[in-house]
């Protein structure tokens, strides 16, 4: 849902507030009208407002108006596109560290294979942990 | 291990940024040196270096210079912090719209039970989908 780099752009950057992820954080437990949103935050109206519209520009909720009340309820497939943006790279990290333990695990190692992270290690350079799948 | 809001502040806001986010991309294959991080990004060395300190800053990254060459890598636990945030909002968001379909499922309803955001439903409201547990 997430492929371009400017909706993760947004995403990340909807998060990368407190207010925001208060907000989020209360809308996981179901929809709720913007000053709902508002109340356990000490800011004005306005600016409850203007994180909301952050949030919809996102994806990461989305809104709607009935009378004069605007109820946001969460856009799950959006955080979850985050979530799989950065489990992705985890894993690929998690595995590069499995495969160091097994190439450890099953050779004595060369005297000059130091640490993760002891020396600068390339896609061009001959890494014995490349990814070879 | 992100406990504090200004650390999940910090992490968002380094994944908010397309060039920062191949960067973590490169370094979850392994680590890499900072020219290394800059070679598929058309931006000056200074560049590079900035988003390399806001990485770290963040505690996304971790550095160490040997000699003239600075090599960065992923730190793990911080990633999954970030992904455990998002991940935690989702599940209760999943977890309410299971209980949505048990509860619709299991009685035939009153009329007055909208779709799921059709209107405000706070955690003051008399919610049947309000959790339990």
Redesign the interface.
Known sequence: MLDQ??D???V??A????SR?VM??????????VS?LGRPLEISLAAVLQHVQVLEASGLI?T?K?GR?R?C??E?AV??S??S??????T???R??DRLGDYLGGTAGPADTGP????????HTN?P???TR
């Open positions: 780099a400017a993760l752009d947004r990340f950057h998060l990368a507030d407190p992820r989020v954080e209360r809308l996981s437990a179901g929809p709720a009208s709902e989305r709607h009935t009340t109820t309820s969460i799950q955080l979850r985050a979530e943006w950065i489990a992705e790279r985890r690929l990290w998690e590069r560290l993760v992270g002891a020396g600068p290690v390339g896609p890494d942990l490349k990814e």
